[in-house]
């Protein structure tokens, strides 16, 4: 609703205003005469309709807070049907609007998570390790920063693509992480924000289809998406990787990313994205998790780390790391990236330094490392599993 009345207001004050007058309206009328056939179209005509009166009564557009203005050059603003370079999606159009580089790079995922996927600021403030506040600041300066850097909405031309791509391709990734595990809830992950990145890779691949990047994308969630049903028992309570059923994977879906990885790595030096598949689609591929590839994984991981020198990364590395020289050498690692700093209040850096005092056989203080990955965790499914795994290290496990 929202990029479909920006498309009218070209303000995206004026946009939100008349998206939140739609819902009003919504909440009055359909109370009282029902659900309408087509409710997202009653909702965005009612919300355009809402921003064609708000522009007349200021007069113009120009006159309050401008946003996206036409370029000055004459180009189009919008792709004409039929034109092969055209984004075939309002949500895409905007999200490359939102990833201008005049904008930080965390400014342009951050706003465009917010703005355009609907993710919260507490969800968004959870995935860059930073307080909300933060957070709702970051996102204030970066629509002022739009507004005076006049950045129109107009589709980009191809010359333009190359700088905006790494910051779309990071708002998908972190679009369906957001709904792979949310961040807060009452359920382990969001299947509305998983099919909507989804949606987006598949729009991207159209849009970009020599682009390796974003092939590796799609191949990354189709091997999560292959994996997901089985993430969770029937109550609903998570699984570990080893403990999942991988007879219940998606074979076809793991074949088609393995097949959009080799061409990847076969075209060139990998990129994040294809290093991120390629490691997902050797644990997809392995017969079971004993059985995993570990000196491969541990090697993709030394050069993910590479080309994107991540906390994050690191901790996911350490796992390797376990598998491969024992967890020793991975606590030791896991500790030296808790005395950095940069992953205070990841309860994912407690919780695998949990499991790795287990595997040393120092139950004591993995359950306390259990207790703090537990505070600090705010998905239900989550806290359920963390605090089994301290009721079965307190009782002595066998």
């Known amino acids: 609703m929202l990029a479909a009345t920006v ?4 303000d ?22 029902g659900l309408p ?6 909702l965005t005509t009612v919300a355009r309709r809402h921003a064609l009166n708000l522009i007349r009564r200021r007069r113009t557009l120009e006159a309050k807070l401008p946003l996206l203005v036409e370029p000055d050059d004459g180009a189009r603003s919008e792709a004409e049907p039929g034109d092969p370079d055209a984004i075939p999606d309002d949500r895409l159009r905007l999200i490359f609007t939102c990833c201008h580089p005049a904008l930080a790079p ?22 860059f390790l930073v307080a909300d506040t933060t957070m709702a600041a970051r996102l204030t300066r970066a629509k002022k920063k739009i507004a005076a850097a006049r950045i129109p909405y107009a589709v980009p031309a191809p010359a333009d693509l190359p700088a905006r791509v790494d910051a779309v391709l990071t708002v998908v990734h972190l679009l369906y992480s957001t709904g792979h595990t949310a961040p807060s809830g009452d359920e382990l992950g969001r299947a509305d924000l998983c099919d909507r990145a989804l949606d987006l890779t598949r729009l991207l691949r159209r849009l970009l289809p020599d682009d390796r ?5 799609h191949a990354l969630l189709l091997v999560h998406e292959a994996r997901r049903a089985s993430r969770t028992d029937a109550d609903g309570r998570l699984v570990r990787l080893e ?54 994984i541990l ?29 020793g050498p991975a606590l030791a690692e896991v500790d030296e990236l808790a005395r950095d ?20 056989g120092r139950d004591r203080e993995a359950v306390d490392a259990y207790r703090d990955a537990l505070a600090l965790a705010d998905n239900v499914a989550e806290q359920q599993f963390l605090a089994e795994r301290i009721r079965w290290l307190a009782s002595g496990p066998e």
């Open 7 to 10: 498309r009218v207001t070209r």
């Open 213 to 217: 990047e974003a092939a590796a994308l």
């Open 341 to 360: 700093g940069r992953l205070a209040g990841y309860h994912y850096l407690a919780a695998t330094r949990a499991d790795l005092l287990h595997r040393l």
């Open 37 to 42: 056939d087509r409710p997202g179209a009653w």
């Open 243 to 296: 403990d999942q059923d991988r007879a219940a994977w998606d074979r076809d879906l793991i074949a088609q990313a393995d097949r959009l990885v080799v061409a990847a790595l076969r075209a060139g030096p990998p990129g994040r994205f294809t290093l991120q598949a390629a490691i997902a689609t050797l644990h997809a591929r392995a017969p079971s998790y004993a059985a995993t590839d570990w000196p491969q």
């Open 299 to 327: 090697t993709l991981y030394d050069e993910l780390l590479r080309v994107w020198p991540s906390p994050v990364v690191a901790l996911n590395r350490a796992v390797a790391v376990a598998m491969v020289d024992g967890p």
């Open 106 to 127: 965390e400014a342009r995922v951050a706003l465009t998570l917010w703005l355009v996927c609907g993710v919260t600021t507490p969800d968004i403030a959870r995935a």
């Open 12 to 33: 995206l004050d004026t946009a939100e205003e008349a998206v939140q007058e739609a819902y009003v309206a919504a909440l009055r009328t359909w109370g009282r005469d």
